[in-house]
């Protein structure tokens, strides 16, 4: 079987700890359920992932060469 997240099209995805999130819904002055979601079923979700976690997405980009998204993982 073909393991999805290791894929070369797939950004990397992981598990941000408490400390790290902290300081990233302080920098944005936002709360946890104000992250977009994502579903626990995703493919491309680290298998550590639970629904409450924090993931946070770094994808390539043209223009600022790395670009960071963080998601909630929902049911």
């Known amino acids: 079987m073909v393991d999805v ?3 070369e099209l797939v950004p990397e ?3 941000v700890d408490d400390e790290a999130l902290d300081a ?3 920098e944005y002055n936002i709360g946890r359920t104000d992250l977009p979601k994502i579903k626990r079923a995703d493919p491309a979700l680290p298998d550590d992932a ?3 976690d924090v993931v946070k ?3 390539d980009s043209r223009t600022t060469d790395r670009a960071v998204t963080y998601r ?3 049911e």
């Open 57 to 59: 997405i770094v994808r």
């Open 72 to 74: 909630l993982v929902v």
């Open 5 to 7: 997240s290791q894929h």
């Open 13 to 15: 995805h992981t598990v």
């Open 24 to 26: 990233v819904l302080e």
């Open 50 to 52: 639970e629904v409450g």
